[in-house]
């Protein structure tokens, strides 16, 4: 039987909200939770309970297991919070590290969780023990100073560890992006905002059947293939979605698989095409402040919006308008249906680098045939292939 989990959400009353709150509720089910409402309060948070005094003693007297707020919680609102419902308290981070742990397939995802979700409690543990050790009685593991106090010990310990096992995995990685950069096969990593399509358009592209199901986060780790396009070969790879308001740890501890986008030759930033302008610009924002965090320069990224199947012609020309903030252009496509898909491979011929382009009028040579030039690719260091 799932948890019955109260949601809630403190803070200014922005124009995407909904959005934001349709988002939220989608990540407490994926995570496994029934919600059975959805509580706001407009104002800053309080610092002792996160809601206001008074809204959390009405909401105390309500009908839930769980308790979710939206934005992280501190070690001194959850303690609060719990001795007054009396109930478990999470936050939306909890949620996403739920659904992160569900979805880990490889050894590099569940270390790069299990270094999140000790990075998320320890402050929590240390407020415990603090509190342990001005004598409270606390329901904590149902222990006392000492187990407390070793629990805490163990974490450090094992988050240590789980660092030097990741470092080990981001030199391998970091080896292997060396040796395809000097093979001269160009990377060009497919990202942008969960739920946008990606692993839909990886699949178009690559022909492959990776699991698509619509739900938050169903790639975790980076997943490559090769691509042919017209004799240019190229390493395509889908890697995993952003989401708006993650806290700098939980990116951090993505560090070795965000390193890929980081690297990438040129990066396929995929939107929702279908989502409504605000909740648009709202998702690429976050998107682009991702890529800026990670080192990753516009000049790399091209635009793809993705979905045009559910919307008419106008409402592409209007999307315009809303990625004016950070590119001149796009590519409109549908991964599913397969509209644009060519469109795009032509973009990525002439975009990826590594290739030496020669025209031709032979209509024999292999290559790119636009009009009646022909536009062959040649590697910049053909002695290597």
């Known amino acids: 039987m799932k948890s019955r989990a109260l949601l809630a959400y403190v803070g200014p009353k922005e124009q995407a909200l909904s959005n934001k ?24 948070p309080d610092t002792r309970f996160y809601l206001g005094t008074g809204k959390a003693r009405e909401v105390a007297l309500r009908d839930f297991d769980i308790f979710v707020a939206y934005h992280t919680l501190t070690p001194l609102q959850v303690f609060n919070l719990e001795k007054l419902f009396k109930r478990r308290v999470l936050d939306r981070v909890y949620l996403i590290l739920t659904i992160f742990e569900k979805r880990a397939g490889s050894t590099e995802s569940k270390l790069q969780i299990e270094l999140a979700r000790l990075r998320y409690e320890l402050p929590r543990v240390k407020e415990y023990l603090r509190r342990a050790k001005m004598g409270e009685q606390l329901g904590f593991m149902g222990a006392g100073e000492y187990i407390i106090d070793a629990y805490y010990r163990h974490m450090v310990k094992r988050m240590a560890t789980i660092k030097r096992k990741l470092e080990e995995v981001r030199k391998n990685r970091a080896m292997h992006i060396q040796r395809r950069k000097r093979s001269g096969v160009p990377e060009v990593v497919i990202t942008g905002y969960t ?23 169903a790639t975790l780790e980076t997943y490559s293939r090769a691509l042919d396009l017209w004799g240019k070969r190229v390493v395509i790879t889908d890697t995993i979605g952003f989401i708006d308001d993650l806290p700098p740890f939980l990116i951090e501890s993505f560090h070795s698989t965000l390193q890929e986008v980081t690297e990438a030759d040129v990066v396929l930033l995929v939107v929702d095409g279908s989502d409504p302008p605000g909740e648009l610009s709202r998702k690429l924002e976050t998107s682009m402040e991702t890529l800026g965090e990670v080192g990753v320069s516009r000049d790399r990224v091209i635009p793809v919006v993705n979905k045009v199947d559910r919307i008419g012609i106008g409402r592409v020309r209007e999307l315009r308008s809303v990625l004016a903030k950070y590119f001149t252009w796009f590519i409109p496509i549908s991964a599913l249906t397969g509209f644009g898909i060519e469109a795009l491979k032509a973009v ?38």
């Open 348 to 385: 990525l011929f002439f975009k990826v680098p590594g290739y030496i382009l020669t025209k031709t009028q032979d209509r024999e040579a292999r290559g790119l045939r636009v009009g009646d030039v022909v536009f062959v690719p040649i590697p910049e260091d053909a002695g290597r292939f």
């Open 195 to 217: 739920s946008a399509g990606k692993t839909t358009l990886f699949n178009r592209l690559t022909n492959e059947d990776k699991l698509v199901d619509g739900r938050p986060f």
């Open 21 to 44: 709150i349709e988002e939220f509720v989608s990540l407490a089910e994926a995570a496994g939770f029934d919600v059975v409402d959805v509580v706001t309060q407009f104002g800053r």
